[in-house]
Every structure is written in C-alpha cells, then in structure tokens.
C-alpha cells in the first residue's frame, strides 16, 4: 500500500508526441520561440520602465500582459523542452510539480483577461472622457486595477486547483502535453463533477465578464467616434483599440477552442497542440502587437538600435553630405 501511493506521487506526463525523426525540428522550433517570447517581452517591460516618456498608464498596463506572458511561458515550454527527447514512458512528474504548473498555467489564462477587461477601461476612459483622463487613470488607479487583476485571478485559480488536488487519486498517468486542472482532478476515481461544474462555470464567468466588458467598452467607443467629426481623433481611437481588438480576439479564440475541445473526446490531439499554442502564440503575438504596432514604442526601439549602430549612421551621414 505505501509503495501505490509512492508512486502516485510520482506521474508520468504525455509531453509533446512527436517522433523521433521530428523530435530535433520539434526542439528547435519551440526553442526559438520561447527565446522570442522572453527577449521581446522583457525588453518592453525594461523600455517602458526605463523611458520616462512611457510611464503612462496604457504602457504600464503593457508591462502587466509581458510580465503575465513572461510568466506563462514559463510554466510550460521549458518543460516540454526537456522532455522532447526522453521516451514518455520516462517523462516523470512529482505530483506536488504538476499541481504547481496547472496553477500556473491557468493563473495565466486568467491573468490575461482580466488585465484586458481594464486595458479595455482605460480605452474607453482615453476616448470617452479625455479631459478627464488625467484625473481617472491615476498611477494609483492603474496599481490597484492591476492588484485587483492578478489578486481575483490568484483567488479563482486557487480554489479551481484545490478542488482538484483534494480527491484520492487512484491514476499516474496526464494524458496531456503539461498538467492542466483537467488533467489532475482525471487522476481521481471519486466523482468529480463539482471540478466539473466549477472549472467550467469559473472559465465561463471569466470568457463572459471579459466579452461583455470589451464588448459595451467599445460600443460606447464607436458611438463616440460616430458622434465627432474629428478625424486625427477617430484615426488615433482607431489605432490605439485595434491594438487591443487583436490581443483580445487571439486570447478569447484560444481559450474558446480549448474548452470546447475538452468535450470532444476523439479531438484530443487537436486540444493539446490547442493548448501548447495558447501559451505560445498569445506572448508572441501580444509582443508583436504592442510593441511594434504602437508608435511611441516602435519609436524608442528605432532609436535604441541607431544607437546601437553608430559606424552606419556616421557612414551614412558622410555620403549623404557628398
């Protein structure tokens, strides 16, 4: 009896299936963009931090979405990483390990929405209210918003895992690419359908809270715009919500595709790359988005890599007087 529960205490997770032949691309792909994911987000944290120009409440709501994609990747690809080239049947797990990432990873999911329901806010502050957006968007309100973000997703994840770390567990064995809450409360032969009914209700109140927050937010934006006849204030409003539009969209399709994944059975290789792709390709992509597509930004990155590269800009210079 104690050598059973030794070894459900130590799980055996699926990883990435890959084949042998595949395992090397696989590896390298996954490498590269982690090391995109890490390098792009800390930058933009570090320049936003470092540029006085930017301590600005949209930017400093920025560095809470590259911090939380900092983190989320994390969690997931370095594991996944070491375990690329060990057979599955050796791809051990300690249990308390698994019930940390499944934290983690939602913890991230829900990070991300809750931190896009007030940069939402803050767009909507900007363009509704603009002589009053000074008084609103305070550097005081922007740090208890961001508190409040991560300390409701904290509570909600927290209480979604210990649900599933509760019940006796009588299997070893995460059919999944990483431990996810699913995948712990499914190691269980007890009946399980309170995990069942509060994942599901928690992930539904979270997708609804945010849709109808973005939703109603931009409505009102768009009202507003149809109202003025300032274009530069339209073209601004257009730019600035766009920016958030995408970062949304890709965040809600993700999650969207992977609850509903969850209750197709036969589907569940097309779940699990889900998955693997909503912890890569949302840090990428949110990178991607604010970093290069906002002006004020993508101006101090050109202007760093000038710095940079000073012989070319001499070089240029000097033939440009010739």
Not at 267 to 288: E, G, T, Y
Request: hydrophobic share 50%.
């Amino acid at each position: 009896m104690e050598n059973q529960t030794l070894d459900l205490d130590v799980l055996i997770v699926e990883g990435l299936k890959v084949t042998p032949q595949s395992s090397v691309p696989a590896f390298i792909l996954l490498l590269l963009i982690y090391i995109f994911i890490m390098v792009s987000n800390i930058g933009l944290v570090v320049l936003i931090s470092t540029e006085r120009s930017l301590h600005q409440p949209m930017y400093l709501l920025f560095c809470n979405m590259s911090i939380n994609d900092v983190f989320g990747a994390s969690a997931i690809i370095p594991r996944i990483l070491s375990d690329v080239f060990i057979p599955m049947s050796q791809r051990f797990m300690s249990y308390d390990e698994c019930a940390l990432q499944a934290f983690c990873a939602h913890f991230h999911a829900c990070i991300a929405h809750t931190v896009l329901i007030i940069m939402a806010f803050d767009r909507y502050v900007a363009i509704c209210n603009p002589l009053r957006y000074a008084a609103i968007m305070t550097h005081r309100m922007v740090l208890g918003l961001s508190v409040w973000a991560w300390s409701i997703s904290f509570l909600l994840v927290g209480i979604l895992i210990g649900l599933s770390v509760r019940p006796s567990r009588c299997r070893r064995v995460i059919l999944n690419p990483f431990c996810d809450n699913a995948s712990l409360f499914k190691l269980s032969c007890e009946n399980v359908l309170i995990n069942h009914v509060y994942g599901l209700g928690t992930a539904m109140l979270i997708l609804a809270s945010s849709l109808c927050s973005v939703t109603l937010t931009y409505l009102k934006i768009a009202m507003v715009c149809l109202r003025s006849k300032n274009q530069a204030l339209n073209s601004k409003a257009l730019q600035t919500c766009a920016t958030h539009l995408a970062a949304y969209a890709i965040q809600l399709f993700s999650g969207c595709i992977i609850i509903t994944l969850h209750r197709f059975p036969h589907l569940s290789d097309h779940r699990k790359l889900a998955s693997i792709l909503l912890h890569m390709v949302s840090p990428a992509m949110n990178a991607i988005i604010y970093g290069l597509q906002i002006k004020a930004v993508r101006e101090k990155i050109i202007i760093i890599f000038k710095r940079a590269t000073p012989g070319k800009v001499k070089v240029k210079n000097c033939d440009s007087q010739k």
